[in-house]
């Protein structure tokens, strides 16, 4: 039993184990552009040990269900019209907030999507998962510390071990997301609700995780609200499957009904939109193609431009020789690149596979030189960076960007969309005239999926893969020619990420990009790299050609990866 150790004689949850039950439940808010109907009528029930997974679009009212169900969003600017929320047969959204306060994070537990924002920045890790068994009286002080070291080892994070005074900005983004997931299943609630719980995670600490939460089901009997935008990873844990679109429920059924006979065009999208090993297509399908089908336009090729015949000479854009980055902590030197070698050609895509803290996302800012490298050197067409000039510089930074993990903590949250897109362009002089430059914001965001009246708000009111498609945006506002790709479709739900894949296929095409692409969803990895270079413990251990690497990989920790790739038989629902 995981989570046995846990458990002592004096805590047994049987007193708030209950039933959650939501009927016709609405919510909206109240903007700038009217009232936004963010949750409309729907009915979910969820019983005692059942795992319901909650899958649909980003905006499409996952998180506002979620959200909704602790009391967590701020009235105003979101109003409940008519519904109930019965949990144990009282309507949550009576209760008074001292009852709400007794509820939240003991009986009812939260994972939430963006564990930058979430955890405090002063406070160590350790500290800030025991907390919660602090503010509910369930142990003394020594005690806490003691169950949030076993519950944070139990989900991955090794290093609290050696390092008990951690702080949040020494953890990679699957690390942080990690310990939220351990502080969320510290008190071992009734019913956890998992908001994305696993986007930032790799595939195998993804698989454990899963596991986990498998085992806390079936021997706590605690419920679980499973909320995702990846139909492939609910299969693998969901008794059912709820999907929402556009703030309504359009489709339920067990799992297994889901995904051998869907009936709602839109479910039949997510379905097909979801990369995976066998897919040898070079587009993805878009939920437009199923709710708006349109046969002549599907499965064209990105057309040849004069860029894509001048790039198949295979010429070397950027190549790392011997390079070495290590930090200094207070166990001494941590060599997170070691001695890599790596080349990446022109016009094509490299994809950078491996665990969390394994060392790709040091590697990729080593080559755009954001990171201070102990020994080796990065060479851009064929010229040490390390030589160049102030004004040098300057040229290499408009032409290498960057999509970060985090698109959150990397967005400025007292700029709107068009103050941040606008920004690089003024810096690096691009377009005559604010016009000019409004107008190229405008065109950007519409490849992106998003809209001119988006360029008014700010950070915060978007969603998670709202937010990401907006990072992309920005990396393509310098017209670079190489583009590291750090995890940038991670917090994309599938559909979404679908686009902009093919968009990013679609501008290598027509620009003559040339991309590192980092990722834990292998799937992905394959669908977009030409070359795929594997890392463990800041070593590159295996590079060859995507088909390669995944139809014979050479190592025991390749084979681990493919292996933890959460699976279902969604090859022979659909052919497109």
């Not at 899958?55 to 909704?68: I, L, P």
């Not at 995780?209 to 844990?237: K, T, W």
């Not at 679609?506 to 977009?528: C, E, N, P």
């Amino acid at each position: 039993m995981v989570y046995g150790m846990l458990l002592t004689p004096n805590h047994q949850r049987t007193d708030h184990m209950g039933q959650l039950t939501i009927k016709n439940l609405e919510v909206s808010f109240h903007s700038r552009e009217g009232t936004i109907h963010a949750v409309d009528g729907i009915d979910l029930c969820i019983n005692p040990g059942e795992v319901v997974g909650l899958v649909g679009e980003s905006g499409s009212g996952k998180s506002v269900t979620c959200n909704s169900i602790l009391q967590l969003l701020p009235s105003p600017p979101a109003q409940f019209g008519k519904g109930k929320i019965e949990w144990s047969g009282k309507d949550l959204l009576q209760q008074t907030d001292d009852r709400m306060k007794s509820i939240r994070g003991k009986e009812i537990s939260m994972i939430f999507q963006d564990p930058m924002s979430c955890l405090n920045p002063y406070l160590p890790v350790l500290d800030q998962v025991a907390e919660p068994l602090l503010i509910h009286g369930m142990c003394s002080p020594a005690e806490a510390k003691s169950k949030a070291m076993q519950m944070l080892v139990k989900v991955g994070v090794d290093r609290v071990t050696e390092n008990p005074d951690s702080y949040p900005h020494e953890f990679s983004g699957g690390m942080r997301q990690r310990a939220m997931i351990a502080m969320a299943l510290i008190t071992e609630p009734s019913l956890l609700l998992a908001d994305e719980p696993t986007t930032a995670l790799d595939v195998t600490v993804q698989a454990k995780v899963l596991n986990i939460l498998r085992e806390l089901c079936s021997n706590l009997a605690v419920s679980v609200l499973f909320v995702s935008h990846d139909l492939g990873l609910v299969a693998e844990l969901a008794d059912r499957v709820v999907v929402m679109y556009r703030g309504k429920v359009v489709e339920q059924n067990e799992t297994s009904a889901i995904f051998q006979n869907p009936q709602h065009p839109y479910v039949k999208a997510l379905i097909a939109c979801r990369p995976t090993l066998e897919n040898t297509q070079d587009r993805l399908p878009t939920v437009e193609d199923f709710i708006n089908p349109q046969p002549e336009n599907q499965g064209e090729s990105p057309v040849e431009t004069e860029f894509s015949n001048s790039l198949k000479s295979g010429k070397v854009l950027t190549e790392a020789k011997s390079l070495v980055v290590e930090f200094t902590t207070n166990k001494g030197a941590v060599r997170a690149v070691d001695e890599v070698n790596l080349r990446i050609n022109q016009g094509k895509t490299h994809g950078l596979v491996g665990e969390s803290g394994s060392g790709k996302t040091t590697l990729g800012r080593a080559l755009l030189n954001l990171v201070r490298k102990q020994s080796g050197e990065v060479l851009f067409h064929g010229n040490p960076i390390s030589s160049y000039d102030d004004k040098k510089m300057m040229s290499f930074r408009k032409s290498m960007q960057i999509i970060f993990q985090d698109p959150y903590a990397s967005l400025n949250p007292r700029l709107t969309i068009e103050q941040t897109l606008i920004e690089p362009m003024v810096v690096h002089q691009i377009g005559s005239s604010k016009k000019e430059r409004r107008a190229r914001v405008v065109a950007l965001l519409e490849e992106v999926g998003l809209g001119s009246e988006h360029l008014v708000r700010y950070p915060h009111e978007f969603s998670g893969g709202q937010r990401q498609r907006i990072c992309v945006a920005r990396a393509l506002t310098t017209e670079p020619e190489f583009i590291v790709c750090d995890e940038c479709v991670s917090a994309m739900d599938v559909s979404v990420q679908a686009q902009v894949l093919n968009l990013l296929k679609a501008l290598q095409v027509s620009r003559g990009l040339t991309y590192l692409f980092i990722s834990h969803d292998l799937g992905v990895v394959k669908f977009m790299s030409d070359e795929i270079s594997v890392m463990q413990k800041g070593q590159l251990i295996e590079s060859g050609p995507a088909n390669d690497i995944y139809n014979s990989p050479q190592t025991k920790y390749t084979q681990k990866l493919i292996q933890s790739i959460p699976t279902a038989n969604r090859s022979k629902l659909f052919s497109f």
